[in-house]
């Protein structure tokens, strides 16, 4: 599996004194995947969302994950302001190895969770390049 969207930092002012802050774009929400014997399991950090608002689509090789809040979403007048509740789009690729058919997901305590199986038998052909 690999993921096919960068990060984008960017430095600000903050009060009197700079501070590098990271700007998240709308296409942001943190995420770990770690893999088992039978599985990648990924893990997207996303509190304060609400369950019915997440989506989550397979097309062709591609995972897509996002959420749309849901209209009226208040919006505070932030005084600071690290995460955000807003919406998102994330995309990994899926390779051969990945039964896409039998993808579950939960949400719970602000993670949702996304089992990825894998193909029984099949696994990941390595290939080392050699730089000349």
Known sequence: MYYNQSCA??????????RPMLIRS????AVNIYKTESSYEMLVFAPGRIKEHFKIDVEGSELKISYTPPEGFPRPDWVLREYSRGGFVRVFTLDETIDATNITAKYVDGVLQVSLPLIPGKEATKKEIVIS
């Open 9 to 18: 930092a960017k430095g600000e002012r903050y009060g009197s004194r700079q």
């Open 26 to 29: 709308m296409q942001r929400a």
